[in-house]
């Protein structure tokens, strides 16, 4: 069963607007969640990280929000630019290092 | 630093071939693992080390075995290849130890394009 859940295959964004990436997870002992950015042929780099202690974090032009209640977390990205097209992956742990466990990803296409 | 290194960077295999993927690190990381990553499923873990000669299974450990002889390589071995086993594989490494409040990030490959016919 997916712990962690994507619902979004693939969005579309214009360049200098708001990028909304969604995830969903199930279990409650997860503590840690992170966003990596993959480009093709390469291999996933982090982004950004928030733990269960916190609802926000920021980094630049990218925050994450965390919704415990909800089980949720969001990844925004202001403003977007075309290098910012990738794959998003949500991943989330129960420890702060360790084996994560992955959604699907998030396409996102910037269009000038 | 060259990070984390695998090579091949591609492979095709016909059916019951076997072939080892080679992971490196120079990081001095205590943890090392592998994951596959499959259209629509995300990166699913396969094997993990937390040290040298510790190892243990993750999601998806069937047909695959590994071993780890020195903190900086991790090679993952496949027995016997299967069509299903067409993926692309990724290794990654971190330190295994706490950061306050923060998770302490997994640094990964460029992955291999492994092909079974």
């Known amino acids: 069963d997916q712990q962690v859940k994507q619902n979004s295959p693939s969005l579309s964004v214009q360049e200098g607007r708001i990028s909304i990436l969604n995830c969903d997870y199930t279990?409650?002992?997860?503590?840690?969640f992170l966003w990596y950015k993959k480009y093709p042929a390469e291999g996933p780099t982090f982004l950004i990280s928030?733990?269960?202690?916190?609802d926000k974090n920021e980094d630049g032009r990218f925050t994450v929000f965390l919704n415990k209640s909800a089980k949720h977390l969001s990844l925004h990205i202001v403003p977007s630019q075309p290098g910012d097209s990738a794959v998003y992956f949500c991943a989330a742990s129960v420890n702060p290092w360790g084996k994560l466990q992955f959604g699907a990803g998030t396409q996102v296409v910037v269009t000038p | 630093n060259a990070g984390v290194t695998q090579t091949p960077k591609f492979q095709v295999l016909k059916t019951g071939q076997s072939m080892t993927l080679q992971c490196a690190q120079d990081m001095n990381h205590e943890y090392m693992s592998w994951y596959r990553q499959d259209p629509g499923m995300g990166l699913r873990l396969i094997h993990y080390?937390?040290?040298?000669?510790?190892?243990d299974q993750g999601e998806v450990p069937n047909g695959y075995n590994v071993s780890r002889s020195t903190t900086e390589d991790f090679p993952l071995r496949l027995l016997s290849a299967a069509p299903s086993q067409t993926s692309v594989y990724f290794c990654?490494?971190?330190?295994?130890?706490?950061?306050?409040?923060?998770?302490?990030?997994?640094?990964f490959g460029p992955g291999t394009r492994l092909t079974v016919l």
């Open positions: 080390s937390v040290g040298a000669g510790i190892t």
């Open positions: 928030i733990s269960s202690i916190k």
């Open positions: 279990n409650s002992m997860f503590d840690y």
């Open positions: 990654a490494s971190s330190y295994a130890r706490e950061l306050i409040g923060s998770y302490n990030e997994q640094f």
